[in-house]
């Protein structure tokens, strides 16, 4: 999980937490994910990667929220990751 949610490069982590319990339920499709957050900053093929900032570690690579779609375009997982 994101540890400096108020720090400036950490721009997103303050919600990653929120939206990974809270709001991002599986099963919901893709279309749902994308009018909760928009177009994602990345999409491979099952998984759509917003970009948090640089919120863990040494603060040189930047973390994102990956949601994770089955074949049926629905959330099978949510989870932050850190490069």
Not at 24 to 51: C, M, W
Not at 68 to 73: E, N
């Amino acid at each position: 999980m994101a540890r400096r949610t108020t720090d400036s490069s950490c721009y997103r982590g303050g919600m990653a937490h929120d939206l990974k319990t809270n709001i991002l339920r599986v099963g919901l499709t893709k279309a749902d994910v994308e009018k909760l957050l928009g177009q994602p900053d990345s999409n491979r093929a099952s998984i759509y990667e917003y970009l948090l900032g640089m919120c863990s570690g040494f603060r040189i690579d930047f973390d994102t929220l990956d949601v994770h779609f089955d074949s049926d375009s629905k959330v099978v997982k949510v989870y932050v990751v850190q490069h």
